[in-house]
């Protein structure tokens, strides 16, 4: 039994089972940066490896978005003069009961505008987004402007499809 190409034959079948591109070139810039940068305050391989990986899951939901989706997640840490918080700040509240109707019909209008992030997360892991979604959940907007752009867009999309996933729609 030629244990190689079994193991090729496996990888191939992953990668075309969860839709990925064999890119090692890009894959490898994107985890060198992302490395080098967490080196300063982690000590732990494990530590560094993760950050590779969530570097990477960022980088492959960023991708997916448009130039006006980019725009949008800026916009969402701006407060509107009508309103006293931050789209941001809105999505990361959970949904109050669905008894109050039209509350929660106004709250799945508002939810439903924020785009198709099941689209934009794509083959993420759910584990993965669960993690970038709850980050967020404990900084101000202030704090999150801080973050860098393709991280801050990976939160901001896995919080606007959780806060989709607390109106009612299908598990991530």
């Known amino acids: 039994m030629d244990s190689g190409r079994s193991e090729e034959h496996y990888r191939s079948a992953v990668r075309e089972r969860l ?12 985890a060198e940066a992302a490395i080098r940068a967490a080196a300063l305050a982690k000590a732990h391989t494990a530590d560094l490896v ?15 978005r448009s130039d ?30 669905a008894t109050w109707f039209r509350a929660h019909a106004e709250r799945m209008e508002k939810v439903d505008g924020l785009g198709d992030a099941a689209f934009w997360v794509g083959k993420t892991p759910s584990a993965g987004m669960a993690a970038l979604a709850e980050r967020p959940r404990v900084l101000s907007a202030g ?11 990976a939160m901001a999309v896995c919080c606007s499809r959780r806060c989709r996933l607390w109106c009612g729609a299908r598990p991530w």
């Open 68 to 97: 006006a989706a980019r725009e949008w997640v800026a916009g969402m840490l701006e407060v509107v003069e009508s309103e006293y918080q931050s789209l941001f700040a809105w999505i990361k509240q959970p949904a109050r009961r």
């Open 143 to 153: 704090e999150i402007k801080d973050i860098a752009v393709p991280r801050r867009t």
């Open 19 to 30: 839709e990925l591109k064999c890119k090692p070139g890009v894959a490898r810039v994107v």
């Open 50 to 64: 993760n950050v590779a990986l969530e570097a990477s899951q960022c980088e492959a939901i960023v991708a997916r």
